[in-house]
């Protein structure tokens, strides 16, 4: 019985040690109708790892971004290392979701609606996904080697739950960020065992500007995309 107790004493202390680190994230100098006049903060991606040592491996996890009316749903995703993600299209149309960029490129090639194709993402970075059929349509994809991460929402509130107290440093990331903004808000916090709440995070939009993506062939898109010249495709 003592290495019953012992196990369950070990799982009731972690349990009792696990804090909660809660914050707000606010958008400035930005270009995007949606945060101008909507105050809109979603998909800025934060992640705690421990200071001067490696995270202990995250558990595995599921997650989907939708096809659904040419666009990505959500437009911003969070996986841990080790982590799937599906790609269900719900449209009436093909898709062809890939990504040439950093992080980990992969291509789900072309598939038909009502089906779903799924990659497993194995390095840690930030994969730019587009479709190779409709050049409007983007998303991204943060893998991250830790199990405390989260994504903001549109009030710029976020909250990363189970942290063990102790010291952690804060990362950031934002689509429309410059690297030299965000590596500047990086910095080592403490989290105690009751939990946490950070001052506000303001991240400017200062000095992006947006470029056109090619496809997976490196080649400029078509002026229109002919989706009817996929079996099957609807126009």
Avoid at 49 to 68: C, I, Y
Avoid at 170 to 192: G, I, K, Q
């Amino acid at each position: 019985m003592t290495w019953r107790w012992l196990i369950f004493f070990s799982v009731a202390w972690a349990a009792a040690q696990a804090a909660t680190v809660t914050g707000r994230v606010e958008i400035t100098n930005s270009r995007e109708a949606a945060v101008r006049r909507n105050k809109d903060y979603s998909g800025v991606v934060v992640w705690l790892a421990p200071a001067g040592h490696p995270a202990p491996a995250p558990a595995p996890k599921r997650e989907e971004m939708l096809q659904k009316d040419r666009h990505f749903m959500p437009h911003v995703l969070v996986v841990p290392v080790g982590g799937t993600v599906d790609f269900p299209n719900l449209d009436p149309i093909y898709h062809n979701a890939f990504s040439n960029f950093a992080g980990q490129p992969f291509d789900t090639a072309l598939y038909p609606p009502g089906t779903s194709r799924a990659v497993t993402f194995w390095t840690p970075g930030i994969v730019r996904v587009f479709c190779n059929i409709h050049p409007t349509m983007s998303a991204i994809i943060a893998v991250v080697a830790t199990p405390w991460y989260a994504a903001t929402r549109a009030n710029g509130r976020f909250e990363i739950a189970d942290i063990p107290a102790g010291d952690y440093e804060l990362h950031l990331f934002h689509e429309r960020s410059l690297p030299e903004m965000l590596r500047f808000l990086e910095h080592t916090v403490n989290v105690p065992e009751e939990g946490l709440t950070l001052p506000l995070i303001s991240i400017s939009e200062t000095g992006y500007i947006p470029a056109p993506h090619l496809n997976k062939y490196g080649q400029k898109y078509p002026p229109v995309p002919n989706d009817g010249a996929y079996p099957g495709a609807q126009k």
